[in-house]
């Protein structure tokens, strides 16, 4: 087999990019916190790692990486662009930086990027516990 894919995600979602991966002669590896994931069946080879533990699934990538060579890391329909970057990090591929994954995984960092870089955005705001989102809806509603 040629090159290998590693995709980040092993759910229902993620079962097409499986297929089209394997039709297209890639060795699949996936990773998955669920052994009995539905997309890994059509995997060639599986880590178990949680895809929201990403120094885990760099770790294992990494190790898989030594033996078989991963070509690409990807993920779809699974919001984890910072295990991607990780993952692609830790074994030399290229990929968005580590800094631009964390903004996009976290709603009110990337909003706070939008704004410190003047791109428009709706108004936001932290909230600390559900209490507090309680008074700001109301004062939201008063106005």
């Not at 770790?59 to 030594?66: D, F, M, P, V």
């Not at 290229?94 to 964390?102: H, N, Q």
Request: glycine share 6%.
């Amino acid at each position: 087999m040629g090159k290998t894919l590693m995709i980040v995600g092993g759910g229902e979602e993620q079962i097409p990019a499986y297929i089209l991966a394997r039709k297209k002669g890639l060795r699949v590896v996936g990773s998955d916190l669920n052994p009995n994931a539905p997309a890994l069946k059509y995997a060639n080879d599986v880590l178990i790692a949680s895809t929201r533990n990403a120094e885990e699934t760099a770790s294992k990538a990494l190790e898989y990486h030594r033996q078989y060579s991963i070509s690409g890391v990807m993920t779809i329909a699974n919001d984890v662009p910072y295990t991607v970057a990780r993952v692609a990090r830790s074994i030399g591929l290229p990929s968005i930086s580590l800094d631009a994954a964390r903004n996009v995984s976290d709603k009110l960092l990337m909003k706070q990027c939008f704004s410190e870089h003047k791109i428009a955005c709706p108004w936001f705001t932290e909230l600390k516990n559900l209490k507090e989102h309680s008074s700001r809806r109301a004062y939201r509603a008063f106005l």
